[in-house]
C-alpha cells in the first residue's frame, strides 16, 4: 500500500514562497504513481484540484495558481514538489499530494500539510 507523507508547508507573508513536497513509500505498483498532484481545502470551501504531473512530465494547474505554482517529480527518490511563489492570502489551506494511475490522480492521499499565508 502507497503511504505519502507531506512537508513544508508553513507561515508566509503574501508574496512569499513556500515549496511542499510529497515523500512517496511503501509497496505499490509502478502504474499506481503514473499521475502525481496536489490538491488543497480551505475553511468553508470544496476541495480544489491545484496541479497534475503525468509520468511523462506534462503538467496541469488550476486557473488560480498558473504562473505563480509549479508541481515536479522525482521518481528515483519518489518525491513529487510543488513550489509556489508569489503566494497570496486566498492560497491559504490544507494541502494534499496525491498520486493515481490516471488524471486527476486520487487512489492514494497524503494527511495534508497546512499553509497559511498572512501577514
Known amino acids: 500500500q502507497m503511504h505519502l507523507v507531506e512537508s513544508g508547508g508553513g507561515l508566509a507573508q503574501p508574496g512569499g514562497s513556500l515549496r511542499l513536497t510529497c515523500q512517496a513509500s511503501?509497496?505499490?505498483?509502478?502504474?499506481?504513481?503514473?499521475?502525481r498532484g496536489w490538491y488543497r481545502q480551505a475553511p468553508g470551501k470544496e476541495r480544489e484540484l491545484v496541479a497534475t504531473?503525468?509520468?511523462?512530465?506534462?503538467?496541469t494547474y488550476a486557473d488560480s495558481v498558473k504562473g505563480r505554482f509549479a508541481i515536479t517529480r522525482d521518481d528515483a527518490r519518489l518525491t513529487s514538489d510543488l513550489q509556489m511563489d508569489d503566494l497570496r492570502p486566498e492560497d491559504t489551506a490544507i494541502y494534499y499530494c496525491?498520486?493515481?494511475?490516471?488524471?486527476?490522480?486520487?487512489?492514494?492521499w497524503g494527511q495534508g500539510t497546512q499553509v497559511t499565508v498572512s501577514s
Open positions: 496525491t498520486a493515481g494511475a490516471s488524471n486527476p490522480p486520487s487512489d492514494s
Open positions: 511503501g509497496g505499490f505498483f509502478s502504474s499506481e504513481m503514473n499521475v
Open positions: 504531473i503525468t509520468r511523462g512530465h506534462t503538467s
